[in-house]
């Protein structure tokens, strides 16, 4: 009974991060300004309806988990290549990282038993669902977001 209350106080959390990072948004790029705010919009709306109800079924929470953490990485990648061009936004890409870790902490609930403790050695740490998984795309998907920019500007 705790463990649910706790998931949907979680689930909350991340509803409400995700209602102040769309607000966020809206104050540098209106979605119909430019053709930049539609990524973050829509990515915003899926933070915002999607995730919190995958995140609810035991079925989806997989989904979630790899929504919540892909959105994530492309608002750290876009939003950190916004803070050196345009404007600093260092404290918006730390509080997205909160969206991160309380998408990470309802996929821990709810997958792993409360008092495991799964050790992973060896190159099954870039898989998914360990941390090495989210390390590696980030650092992945910053290269390609570099050199896309860096070549084709």
Known sequence: ???????????????????GGGWLHYKYHPYDATGFGWVPFIIGILSLVVVPVLFYFKKTVHWAYLINGFSVIIGIITMAHFSFEVAPLWANIVTLLSKFVIGRAIFCLEVYPIDS???VKGLWLIRYPNMGFWYVHLVA???????GNYFWR
């Open 117 to 119: 403790n799964p050790k």
């Open 141 to 147: 998907w910053s290269l390609v977001y570099f050199l």
């Open 1 to 19: 009974m705790m463990k649910k209350k706790i998931k949907i106080l979680l689930i909350f959390g991340l509803f409400f991060v995700s209602l």
